[in-house]
T-cell receptor
């Protein structure tokens, strides 16, 4: 099965700064997604990372706050901009389309704490 | 958009007993229903999934049933073991070109030895 990695695994950041999270897959995938999981909560989709075009954002999430890149079929980044303590969460990427399957598999997540 | 409700939020069972978690969905266009298991500090792991052309699917001690008419699906775990203790999430999607998953709120399953 494919390996999905995220960097960093965790970080502690100051209010007002930005953090870029990387998601790397060791094989090409059709679709990549970014989710947020607040402490003790379920997963909420932030956006779909589209290769070669702008990401598609879900209601309540905007590009200025969460800019996303998808330069190729194996890599994506999510930036959390101008952070506040409310952004403290786990951010997970997922991939869909591995080996032609329409099944989502998740990366290990990035645990972000904003002070 | 899709809305997925999951019950119960917590479930405690004795080792060896069965556990059942239920989910309902709102969008009749949804046709793909995965279940994920998330252990503390770990990523969600896909444990079983079902598509709308099937009513039931089994994988060893785990089974999922789907009732399209009533728009609900359930996870059944038999002969529970302590290592089954985790948070379980159901999800639904329209597995067309979009394929976004909408998740339920999660069930904390505790298997008591």
């Amino acid at each position: 099965s494919a390996v999905i990695s995220q960097k960093p695994s965790r970080d502690i950041c100051q209010r007002g700064t930005s953090l870029t999270i990387q998601c790397q897959v060791d094989s090409q995938v059709t679709m990549m997604f970014w989710y947020r999981q607040q402490p003790g909560q379920s997963l909420t989709l932030i956006a779909t990372a589209n290769q070669g075009s702008e990401a598609t954002y879900e209601s309540g999430f905007v590009i200025d706050k969460f800019p996303i890149s998808r330069p190729n079929l194996t890599f994506s980044t999510l930036t959390v901009s101008n952070m506040s303590p409310e952004d403290s969460s786990i951010y997970l990427c997922s991939v869909d389309g591995l080996a032609g399957e329409d099944t989502q598999y998740f990366g290990p997540g990035t645990r972000l704490t904003v002070l | 958009g899709e809305n997925v409700e999951q019950h119960p939020s917590t479930l405690s069972v004795q080792e060896g007993d069965s556990a059942v978690i239920k989910c309902t969905y709102s969008d009749s266009a949804s046709n793909y229903f995965p279940w994920y298991k998330q252990e503390l500090g770990k990523r969600p792991q896909l444990i079983i999934d079902i598509r709308s052309n099937v009513g039931e699917k089994k994988d060893q001690r785990i089974a999922v049933t789907l009732n399209k008419t009533a728009k609900h699906f359930s996870l059944h775990i038999t002969e529970t073991q302590p290592e089954d203790s985790a948070v379980y999430f159901c999800a639904a999607s329209d597995s067309g070109s979009a394929r976004q998953l909408t998740f339920g709120s999660g069930t904390q399953l505790t298997v008591l030895p």
